[in-house]
């Protein structure tokens, strides 16, 4: 029977050919595509891989190609063997750079939400404010006079500060360093007055008495800082910001291998011991369906894009 007949007889039995390749996906590794190792991006990647093996029956290989995994998730084959785990930077490098080689709406299936991480707002301990509205008073008593220290331009900590500037009316001074370990060592060493850290990285510290943490950026308090308020309840109604981190196929991966794939991430992220990992590391799993990735682009691209223009951020 050739191809054609064979593709006739599947749907006369309610089968489609996509369906019929799902059966046999996959009988090989998986690359997932990701940033550089040792980020917040690898840790994701690295821990999901290892749960979705277990389900997929086949090795999930983690491949760090730094900035240019979404290029070459972008071109290849759209096969269910190559993916992408990535955050914010993949969908909101369009308003920090000139030239893309990739879009992030046109370039991608969706497949899922697999976890979001909150930042939490972070002072020395020698900063007189022991809550968010102590700090915008205190930010306004000396207009220029604070600093916060952040990762690059456009990551999360630097974006969630701008936001927080904003809409407090406040005058913060950013002060930039390479990457988020030296940006939260400067605050524990009291160059600077604030940072905006994810949970995981920054609670151990507030623990030891070397940070004091304010609030939590999440719209909702979050089980991963307990007592810890919200930004949003302590001053600045309506004031969110979370680092999400998505999978993603080629565009035109058939259907039914997306849904395999979403599948197997679910049952991964469901895995007591996996979520319990994720846990420790500051990291909320999601598992959200394919739509809502797509939801959340269009939506964080809006808000954060918006930001972006109004403030003239640019990446050097």
């Not at 940033?35 to 290892?50: I, K, P, T």
């Not at 850290?197 to 307990?226: D, I």
């Not at 999601?286 to 939506?299: E, I």
Request: hydrophobic share 45%; net charge positive; proline share 8%.
């Amino acid at each position: 029977m050739n191809k054609h007949s064979a593709a006739a007889a599947l749907l006369l039995c309610g089968l489609s050919p996509f369906a019929l390749y799902a059966q046999g996906y996959p009988d090989k590794p998986i690359r997932m595509l990701t940033s550089e190792a040792g980020g917040g991006s690898d840790f994701v990647a690295r821990l999901l891989a290892q749960g979705m093996t277990t389900h997929l029956g086949q090795r999930v290989v983690v491949d760090n190609r730094g900035i240019i995994a979404a290029e070459i998730a972008a071109t290849a084959q759209a096969d269910g063997y190559t993916i992408l785990l990535y955050g914010s930077p993949l969908w909101l490098s369009p308003f920090l750079r000139e030239r893309l080689p990739y879009d992030p709406v046109r370039d991608y299936a969706p497949v899922s939400v697999v976890v979001s991480t909150p930042n939490i707002v972070v002072v020395h301990p020698a900063v007189a404010a022991q809550n968010i509205s102590e700090l915008v008073a205190l930010a306004k008593a000396k207009p220029g006079s604070l600093n916060y220290s952040s990762a690059s331009t456009g990551s999360t900590q630097h974006l969630a500060a701008e936001l927080f500037k904003r809409m407090s009316g406040t005058d913060i001074v950013r002060i930039p360093y390479k990457g988020s370990g030296p940006a939260l060592n400067a605050v524990i060493a009291g160059q600077v007055q604030l940072m905006f850290p994810s949970a995981g990285s920054a609670m151990p510290h507030v623990r030891s008495n070397r940070l004091r943490a304010l609030a939590v950026t999440t719209a909702q308090p979050s089980a991963l800082v307990p007592g810890l308020p919200t930004v949003a309840s302590s001053g600045l109604p309506g004031y969110e910001s979370v680092s999400p981190f998505g999978v993603f196929a080629p565009l035109k991966t058939p259907p039914a291998v997306i849904a395999r794939l979403h599948r197997d991430i679910v049952l991964a992220l469901n895995d007591s011991d996996i979520k319990a990992r994720f846990a420790g590391g500051g990291v909320e799993t999601v598992g959200s369906p394919p739509a809502a990735l797509a939801a959340l682009l269009k939506s964080e691209m809006a808000k954060w894009g918006k930001l972006i223009r109004e403030a003239g951020i640019r990446e050097e």
